[in-house]
């Protein structure tokens, strides 16, 4: 019953938080953990059965694919939030170019499927994470990141690969054929298709 009971209150929260006017689209099963700050001068979409920590920063335009895992602590901000340039202006007098569309090319934060970011890393706008991606936790990613990556450190560098080469079109086919729902009332609930034993390891 207890268990029901904090798994409506998640659901609750999820919903409240996707009213907000920054969202532009939502997928299902979604998952927003407390004391998210979400805000974009267009909008953030998010994909199906993303998972978003607690405690999570997101504060520039921004496309979060499916099946994507966002842990605590996690920031995205945008690069060119402050004109730093303003002769005789004090930084924290200086001209915020978040409250309009941004005119930079680079204002738009894009993290395609099946990706990894680890806890406390920041990523800035502009970044195109690749799918399967794992962003190490404490990672600061300024520059793209190729798909099926692993990368970290400040700024962020690829350190591994997720998977090998040869196993990636085996992994998205299950993917694609594959039926996976979120439960807020545990990991026992979720439904994971094809079976965990069709998977490689």
Not at 128 to 157: F, H, L, M
Not at 159 to 168: E, G, K, W
């Amino acid at each position: 019953m207890k268990n029901r009971i904090l798994a409506g209150i998640r659901r609750i929260r999820t919903a409240l938080t996707l009213r907000n006017r920054s969202i532009s689209r939502s997928g299902r099963d979604i998952h927003i953990g407390s004391n998210c700050r979400l805000w974009a001068p267009t909008g953030i979409q998010i994909g199906d059965s993303t998972y978003i920590g607690h405690d999570v920063s997101i504060e520039c335009d921004a496309i979060i694919g499916r099946y994507v895992l966002i842990a605590n602590r996690v920031a995205f901000v945008g690069r060119n939030d402050h004109d730093y340039r303003s002769v005789g202006v004090p930084i924290r007098f200086s001209p915020w170019v978040g409250g309009e569309p941004s005119m930079h090319s680079d204002s738009r934060l894009v993290i395609e499927d099946d990706v990894w970011v680890g806890f406390g890393a920041i990523v800035l706008s502009g970044v195109r994470i690749g799918k399967g991606s794992i962003i190490a936790a404490g990672a600061v990613v300024t520059k793209d990141v190729e798909p099926y990556s692993i990368v970290g450190g400040n700024p962020a560098r690829q350190i591994s690969r997720r998977l090998p080469d040869a196993s990636i079109p085996k992994h998205e086919e299950l993917i694609s054929r594959g039926n996976f729902r979120f439960s807020e009332r545990g990991y026992e609930y979720w439904e994971v298709s094809p079976a965990k034993s069709e998977m490689e390891h």
